[in-house]
């Protein structure tokens, strides 16, 4: 207890209600603030639901102040990742309180205590089960709207971190904005008319959902093996695969997804969506009964394009392939005269992908900032 804070435990269904709604209730007064898809949300908090919960210990923490809500943490030593990269730390990570901090030393401090009594020897974050969680303070970029898997953060929050928690910076992502081309750059167009004439490469391009959906799990089963190397992954398991799959089939728009074969092994893919942002916020997250709806038609008509996920086969990177698939990609946004390219999230010291984007135009815009702290 700090002052009249109170930080309990979530255990009851109730009190997991008030952790996943929290936020909208902290942001209600900020028009930029954008919701989750509360369907998603609810899914990923129940640990029969969410398979990640088997190879992980973890505990959610509500900060109370006169019998209400007013912040929250949730702390994770993920097992399997620390067991592949022999570490010895814990992250925690949906951290969210009202400008106040008191409670966010609250919240930290109970996290920090749990790891520390479960021999953790290092606090990261905030970083969820696996990089394709929202990870990161934002630290930069406040102007710029917010997008989907992306954290949404006041800026109360990161200053907290670094000047009241002592807190340091373990690693930063970067966003990039980029104006769509009228045509392809002359340099693209060399490339692939290098790959075409003398790689006997297979560019896949779908029309449909139900062309698409057999290639999915293929496709993370190609991320698993070439992101092993990015800060906080963690393999998806075959179960994970398939929710991930399910959680995103419904709002991918198969147009802006390219995978490449060679002699009929998978050996890229770039996946890219509309933009649907503004169909969550108008939906308030609630996809159903009629906010599904919203989503689809701001997919139809939105005009900025979202990268979410991109992997390249060991062996066959600096061959041209990323090449390839972002030609593709940029064809299908000349054709659907999308204005915009948005790079999702980058790590800073990613120098193959920063520089396409730079190639094209690209400016960061946004940063975001994962921390550290011995315990």
């Given at each position: 207890?700090?002052?009249d804070i109170i930080?309990?435990?979530?255990?009851?269904?109730?009190e997991?209600?008030e952790?996943i709604f929290?936020?909208e209730?902290v942001?209600n007064?900020?028009?930029?603030?954008?919701p989750?898809i509360?369907?998603?949300?609810?899914?990923?908090?129940n640990?029969?639901?969410?398979?990640?919960?088997?190879?992980?210990?973890t505990i959610?923490y509500?900060?109370?102040?006169?019998?209400?809500?007013?912040g929250?943490?949730?702390g994770?030593?993920n097992k399997?990742?620390?067991?592949?990269?022999?570490?010895?730390?814990?992250?925690?990570?949906?951290m969210?309180?009202?400008?106040?901090?008191k409670?966010f030393?609250?919240?930290?401090?109970?996290i920090e205590?749990?790891?520390?009594?479960?021999?953790?020897?290092?606090i990261?974050?905030?970083?969820?089960?696996s990089d394709?969680?929202?990870?990161?303070?934002?630290?930069?970029?406040?102007?710029y709207p917010?997008?989907?898997?992306?954290p949404?953060?006041?800026?109360y929050?990161y200053?907290?971190m670094?000047?009241?928690?002592?807190?340091?910076?373990?690693?930063?992502?970067v966003?990039?904005?980029?104006?769509?081309p009228?045509?392809l750059?002359?340099?693209?167009?060399?490339?692939?008319?290098?790959?075409?004439?003398t790689?006997n490469y297979?560019i896949?391009?779908?029309?449909?959902?139900?062309e698409?959906?057999?290639?999915?799990?293929?496709?993370l089963?190609?991320m698993?093996?070439?992101?092993?190397?990015?800060?906080?992954f963690?393999?998806?398991?075959?179960?994970?695969?398939?929710?991930?799959?399910?959680n995103?089939l419904?709002?991918?728009?198969?147009?802006?997804?390219k995978?490449?074969?060679?002699?009929?092994e998978?050996?890229g893919?770039?996946?890219?969506?509309?933009?649907?942002?503004?169909?969550?916020?108008?939906?308030?997250?609630?996809?159903?009964p009629?906010?599904?709806?919203?989503v689809?038609?701001?997919?139809?008509?939105?005009k900025?394009?979202?990268m979410?996920?991109g992997g390249?086969?060991?062996?066959?990177?600096?061959?041209?392939i990323?090449?390839?698939?972002?030609?593709?990609?940029?064809?299908?946004?000349?054709?659907?005269?999308?204005?915009?390219?948005?790079?999702?999230?980058?790590?800073?010291?990613?120098?193959?992908m920063?520089s396409?984007?730079?190639?094209?135009?690209?400016?960061?815009v946004?940063?975001f900032?994962?921390y550290?702290?011995?315990?």
């Open positions: 207890m700090v002052d930080v309990k435990e979530v255990l009851s269904s109730q997991l209600r952790f929290l936020p209730k942001h007064d900020d028009p930029n603030w954008l989750p509360y369907m998603d949300e609810k899914n990923y908090f640990k029969e639901k969410n398979k990640s919960f088997n190879y992980a210990d959610m509500l900060a109370w102040k006169n019998n209400k809500p007013v929250r943490i949730m994770i030593i399997r990742y620390n067991h592949i990269n022999n570490e010895n730390h814990g992250r925690f990570c949906f969210e309180c009202y400008d106040d901090k409670i030393h609250a919240l930290l401090t109970s205590n749990w790891l520390r009594t479960n021999g953790i020897s290092t990261v974050g905030p970083l969820g089960f394709k969680d929202p990870q990161g303070f934002q630290i930069e970029g406040f102007e917010p997008f989907i898997t992306a949404v953060n006041s800026p929050m200053q907290y670094e000047e009241e928690e002592g807190y340091e910076k373990k690693v930063d992502l966003n990039y904005l980029a104006k769509m009228d045509a750059p002359e340099v693209y167009v060399k490339v692939l008319s290098r790959i075409e004439k790689e297979k896949l391009e779908f029309h449909n959902k139900k698409l959906k057999q290639h999915i799990i293929p496709a089963e190609l698993n093996e070439t992101f092993r190397e990015i800060y906080g963690v393999p998806l398991e075959d179960n994970e695969k398939k929710e991930l799959a399910a995103y419904p709002i991918l728009d198969p147009k802006f997804i995978m490449v074969k060679k002699d009929q998978l050996i893919f770039a996946i890219g969506m509309p933009d649907v942002s503004p169909g969550i916020k108008a939906c308030n997250g609630h996809l159903f009629f906010g599904i709806l919203k689809m038609r701001e997919s139809r008509r939105s900025k394009l979202l979410l996920l390249v086969k060991k062996e066959f990177r600096g061959k041209g990323d090449v390839l698939m972002g030609v593709k990609i940029l064809e299908s946004g000349i054709k659907q005269k999308m204005e915009i390219i948005d790079s999702h999230l980058v790590l800073e010291n990613n120098v193959r920063r396409e984007y730079e190639r094209i135009g690209g400016k960061v946004k940063r900032r994962i550290q702290k011995a315990l």
